[in-house]
Every structure is written in structure tokens, then in C-alpha cells.
């Protein structure tokens, strides 16, 4: 015990607090750094937030702890699901076929690309009997409303934004007219970027008969396991196994021009055939992991074979349940594989280190890169991170624009004569590792075409960036100081 007069002179002042505060925030930032470091990411990310976290005293754990990256196991659902992938594997034997067939003979470096997605995500190539591109929301929301009333098996859809209004409304009454008629309806959102969409506004469809579910949806589970970060961003249509959709295209008045003016610039894909079964594969398990539900599909049921068709398709499908990155990698083998062109159409543009590598040395090698961007993204942090690589890309030679009407929102890219891709993820570091992302790669001249008549007619109305740019002081400190946050953006 403590004597009387040892305690006399004992003030709350007197204890040596800055001492005790240094202390303890020393051992936060070893705790949070060895914890962040058996996280095996790369050495700049891992770099980016220690550094961050570490001048957030005590809190760091908790932001790390819900927005922090992780990775996240699905095996379980996978096995559920792998009887369905063997009907796909049949397509690779007759890859060659195929191609005569049709026209086409796959260059090697063509080849190589498509084992690449096929080893780090599963999908091999098929084919489809049609594609078409489709341009901002009227034709896009056109498509997918015709597919669906001609729907007479089973309608799923995956969107990572969803809103209750126009267009978001038309939609549910849609799909409760189909499920009144006994067709199966699926809808999954994602619960952070469909938050404003409550079970009250799908409430007829689900007394329809309908099945309504939100990915990661925002609960309090989540303090024990959080996955506030871990979104997907997927937007898939299926109509009987028969017609697929994906693109950039949310469900949301922002993305029709019908109702707004200012409306985001968009495009998406239609594709039937057999190339529908691998979106297919991707909302199953997304659907099967989300809902815990057992094994529901019979394979000839929601798999069904259709002939062959001319344009050879391979969906790629990534996320933080795959080590691969197989988007990353994709995008990275693409413009390094190029010869002639690559054209990319992004509205975040955030590159990696290796992202960065490739354009910059594509261009050197004299292969004609082209960047459009949004002239002002909805993020002014991403834009201006997006502009701080600027300088360094137009000195290797890279040409870059900035779209000066609505809202650009379009994820593509195309390059030489006979590749293509379209789908969800943006050319940033959360779409490559974070997000549920899924894009279809299309190993056709015509397609190729036609998205290079797209992406020239989007420079017509976009700005071409000036090589030496003449900024302020703060402009320039103010990209700089977004460009730390890249590998956390």
C-alpha cells in the first residue's frame, strides 16, 4: 500500500504523459505494422498504409481493420459449382476448329492470352453466335428489357448500384410480371452500393415469387469480420442461359439520357451463345455465396448447349477470393502483346506500377497508345491522381484525352485488329484487387471495329491533353499529394 505521504504529493500532472503516449503509440505502430506486413501485399501498398495508419493513433487498427484489404475464401461454393465449368472445357478442344471455321487464326500471342485467363480464373474461350455493342442507357436499357419479357426459364441479374428510381422502378415491375408468369427471378445487389434500395421497394416482386438478395450487405456481423471493402461491382444480365449482358451500365437515372441530361456516357455488351454460360458460372456462385442457399440448377437447365457461333468470347472473372488478378494481368499481357494499338477508355484511372510500365513501354516501342479519361471524374481525389501520371505517359509517347461531355463511363480497351474487352473494372488498383469484377475479352476483328469507331467518336467530342501542361503551384501539389493515396484509391 501506498503511504499517506507518498500520496500527498501525487497530481495526475505529475505522471509523464507524453512519455506513456509515445510509448504506447510506438507499440501501436509495431502491432499495426507486423499485422499489415503478414498481409503479403505489395511492397507499396503495404508501405502506403503503414504510413497512413501510423499518424492515426490508436484508431489505425479499426480503419484497417474494416477498410483495409483483404483476401476472402469461397472455395466451398466453387466445389459446388465445378461439376458446371466441365461443359466448358470442352470448347478449348476445339479452339482450332473453331477458328478455321470462322475465319480467324489465333496469333500466338493471342493464344497465350487466352491461357492466361483460362489458368487464373477458369474460362476457357467460346463462342457467341451474336454480340452487339450498345451505347449509353436508352439502347442499353432497351436490350435488356426486350431480353427479359422474352425470358421464359429463369432471369438473374448482379448490379453493384441499383436505385428505386425511374428506371430502377420500371425494372422491378418488370421483373414482377415475369415472375407472376412462373419464370425464376434472381436479383443480387451489392449492399453498399445499393444501400438506398430497401426489401419494402422489392417487396412485390418477392411476393411475386421473385428472389431478391444483397451481396456483403451492411450488417453487424461485419465488426467481427468486416467486408465493408469487398464489393462487387459485376452488372450481369442472364435470360435462360441463352442471352447475357455486362458492361459499365448500372441500374440508376444517372445512366439514362432519357431522364437526365447530364446522364453518364456508357457502354455495355449483348452476347448469346455459348459464352453465356461462363457469366452464368459467375452469378451462380456470387448468388450461391451470398444466399448460403444449397445447389438449386441442373446443368442442362441453366447451362443449355447452343450451336456455335462466329465470335470467339472469353469472360474473365476476378475478385478477392482469386490470387490471380487475372484482370490485372489481362490488361498488363494485352497492351504488352501489342503491336500496332492500344485504345483504353477509362473514367478512374489509377495504374499500378506494372499497369504504368506497360502503357509507357508500349509507347516507346512506338505502339499508338491512346488514354481517354473524364475530364472531371465524380472523385476529384481520383482525378487529380489520374492527372499526376500525366506528364510521364505523354513523354513516352502515350496520346492523352479528356472526355467534355457527360460524365465518361466506360471501361474499355482496343488493341491491334483482333482484340477487344469490355466489362466492369476500371484501370485502378481497387478494381484489380478489391472488387468483384468480371469483363468479357473478344478475340474478333469486327467487334474490334466497331469499339474503335466508338472510342474515335468519343474524341470528338473529348479534349486532347496539351504535352506541356502550365499549372499552378497548388494544382500541381494537389495531384501530387492525391497521387500517395493511389495504391489505397
Same mark, same amino acid.
Given at each position: 500500500? +501506498? ?15 507524453? #512519455? ?18 503478414? !498481409? ?44 458446371? @465449368?466441365? !461443359? ?25 492470352? @487466352? ?76 449492399? %453498399? ?28 456481423? !461485419? ?6 471493402? *469487398? ?58 455465396? @451470398? ?62 506500377? @506494372? ?55 466506360? #471501361? ?8 477487344? %474487352? ?28 466497331? %469499339? ?18 502550365? *499549372? ?5 501539389? +494537389? ?11
Amino acid at each position: 500500500m +501506498f503511504s499517506s505521504a507518498a500520496l500527498s504529493g501525487f497530481t495526475w500532472s505529475s505522471l509523464p504523459w507524453l #512519455k506513456i503516449m509515445g510509448i504506447a503509440w510506438g507499440i501501436h505502430i509495431i502491432i499495426l505494422s507486423i499485422w499489415i506486413i503478414l !498481409q503479403k501485399r505489395a511492397p507499396i501498398s503495404t508501405l502506403s498504409w503503414i504510413v497512413s495508419l501510423a499518424f492515426i493513433p490508436y484508431l489505425g487498427f479499426l480503419v484497417y481493420h474494416f477498410i483495409g484489404p483483404q483476401k476472402l475464401k469461397r472455395q466451398h461454393y466453387r466445389r459446388l459449382l465445378a461439376k458446371t @465449368a466441365l !461443359q466448358e472445357h470442352s470448347y478449348l478442344l476445339h479452339l482450332r476448329e473453331q477458328a478455321k471455321m470462322i475465319g480467324i487464326t489465333p496469333s500466338p500471342s493471342l493464344m497465350q492470352l @487466352a491461357r492466361l485467363i483460362n489458368n487464373a480464373s477458369g474460362f476457357p474461350i467460346a463462342t457467341a453466335t451474336s454480340l452487339q455493342l450498345l451505347v449509353d442507357g436508352e439502347a442499353t436499357y432497351n436490350a435488356i428489357f426486350e431480353a427479359i419479357r422474352n425470358a421464359s426459364h429463369h432471369i438473374h441479374l448482379e448490379y453493384y448500384i441499383y436505385e428505386p428510381d425511374n428506371i430502377g422502378t420500371a425494372l422491378r415491375d418488370l421483373l414482377v410480371e415475369k415472375a407472376r408468369e412462373g419464370v425464376s427471378v434472381r436479383l443480387l445487389v451489392d449492399g %453498399m452500393g445499393s444501400s438506398r434500395l430497401k426489401k419494402k421497394f422489392m417487396a412485390p416482386l418477392i411476393a411475386a415469387g421473385g428472389e431478391f438478395a444483397f451481396f456483403h450487405n451492411l450488417h453487424f456481423s !461485419q465488426l467481427v469480420k468486416p467486408l465493408l471493402n *469487398l464489393r462487387t461491382h459485376r452488372k450481369i444480365v442472364i435470360c435462360d442461359g441463352k442471352t447475357g449482358f455486362t458492361g459499365g451500365l448500372n441500374i440508376t437515372d444517372e445512366e439514362d439520357e432519357r431522364t437526365l441530361d447530364y446522364a453518364y456516357h456508357d457502354t455495355h455488351i449483348r452476347l448469346t451463345g455459348n459464352a453465356v454460360h461462363s457469366l452464368q458460372l459467375v452469378f451462380l456462385e456470387d448468388w450461391l455465396y @451470398a444466399t448460403r442457399q444449397p445447389e438449386f440448377f441442373d446443368t442442362d437447365t441453366y447451362f443449355p448447349t447452343q450451336p456455335s457461333g462466329n465470335y470467339p468470347v472469353q469472360i474473365l472473372a476476378s475478385g478477392p477470393d482469386n490470387e490471380w488478378e487475372v484482370i490485372h494481368r489481362l490488361n498488363i499481357g494485352a497492351i504488352h502483346a501489342a503491336k500496332e494499338r492500344v485504345w483504353l477508355t477509362t473514367p478512374y484511372f489509377v495504374p499500378t506500377e @506494372a499497369t504504368l510500365f506497360a502503357l509507357t513501354s508500349a509507347a516507346l516501342r512506338g505502339v499508338d497508345v491512346r488514354l481517354l479519361v473524364p475530364r472531371q471524374g465524380d472523385s476529384r481525389l481520383v482525378t487529380a491522381a489520374a492527372r499526376s501520371y500525366f506528364d510521364e505517359l505523354m513523354r513516352a509517347g502515350v496520346k492523352v484525352w479528356e472526355y467534355a461531355g457527360r460524365m465518361l463511363h466506360s #471501361k474499355t480497351m482496343v488493341a491491334d485488329g483482333n482484340f477487344s %474487352m469490355i466489362g466492369t473494372a476500371n484501370f485502378d488498383a481497387r478494381s484489380f484487387r478489391l472488387n468483384f469484377e468480371v469483363c468479357a475479352a473478344i478475340y474478333s476483328p469486327a467487334m474490334n471495329r466497331e %469499339m474503335a469507331n466508338q472510342f474515335e467518336l468519343d474524341l470528338l467530342v473529348s479534349e486532347p491533353v496539351p504535352k506541356n501542361r502550365d *499549372l499552378r503551384f497548388f494544382a500541381r501539389f +494537389f495531384e501530387a499529394w492525391a497521387r500517395l493515396f493511389s495504391p489505397l484509391l
